[in-house]
């Protein structure tokens, strides 16, 4: 009996974690080595004051230059010498990665395809 109640509190705890580990967000990590790079210029000009952002609790995160941001270019495997774009999903989940700039249209498209997202558009008025 002891040993079944000790798996029985392992995995409530793996289950505290795992609920944990969901967030209110949908995060987009959009990475240049440099600032002047017309990839980047165009995906900030994209999402700049975009309708369905905040619909979709996405929050933009830019990191500019290799030096300075190292660590978390190497983190996300971000490309060092161009453009990369990553979508992560409420569940920390990468969903997208590109190495061009994305559409607003392909961006909602991915997002509104989630099985979390289609939850919410069901539950809202």
């Known amino acids: 009996m002891k040993k079944l109640f000790s798996t029985t509190v392992i995995l409530f705890f793996v289950i505290l974690e795992t609920s ?3 967030k209110s967000t949908r995060d987009i990590y959009i990475f240049s080595a440099e600032p002047g790079n017309a990839s980047f210029i165009a995906q900030k000009f994209i999402l700049v004051n975009a309708a369905g952002l905040k619909e979709r609790d996405i929050r933009v995160h830019e990191i500019v230059g290799l030096k300075a941001n190292e660590s978390i ?3 996300y495997k971000a490309s060092a010498q161009n453009f990369t774009f990553i979508l992560f999903g409420k569940d920390g989940g990468e969903k997208l990665r590109a190495s061009e700039p994305v559409s607003l249209e392909k961006l909602y498209k991915t997002i509104d395809a989630m099985p979390m997202r289609k939850n919410e558009m069901k539950s809202k008025p």
């Open 20 to 22: 944990a580990q969901q």
């Open 73 to 75: 270019f190497k983190k």
